[in-house]
């Protein structure tokens, strides 16, 4: 018999992940359930600082995802869920450059637009679909290299602007059904 009562008990380890049965962890306040959330073993290879910064993390991830989005929004923008509320209704829900809802999908989920700003003072331009945030951030948000991109797509490229034209013959060939094929390879003998 244990100190720590009942050995069936068991708890992860939220470093080394593996489950271990209570007598493995010391008691402790921080735990929800009285018991640390460290196995001994992790404790004592982990530096006090190592330790808070696991622990962070796991509390992090452990939250819902309305936690994580007023936590990222606070700490990388500097906003609220409210004024990005109030900036998305402004917009319509849509993109600032498109006019689109975003669609890209992560997790089985329609992603929220970005929050598109200005890495040199921070301040915030609009919401963006993925497809434009990405697109601006390609051309490094630079406004001479944007309306270069313009230019060269509204002129028709390289090719037109300079008379050089290069005639593409490419006839991309038909693809065959794979049912076909396969019953005519079935049936070939």
Known sequence: MSLFGDEQKQRVCVNCREEKPLSEFRRCNNGHDGMSYFCNLCRRLLTESERTRIM????????????????????????????????LEAQGGKCAICGCQETKVMRGKVMYLAVDHCHKTGKIRGLLCNGCNTGIGALKDDPSVLRRAEEYVSSGGFTESTGLLIERNHKPK????????????????
Not at 174 to 189: D, G, K
């Open 56 to 87: 962070q993390r796991h509390r992090y991830h452990s939250r819902g995802d309305d936690y994580k989005r007023s936590f990222d929004l606070k700490r990388n923008y500097n906003i609220s869920t409210e004024q990005y509320a109030k900036l």
């Open 174 to 189: 038909p693809r065959p059904n794979p049912v076909q094929v396969l019953t005519r390879n079935l049936f070939a003998e």
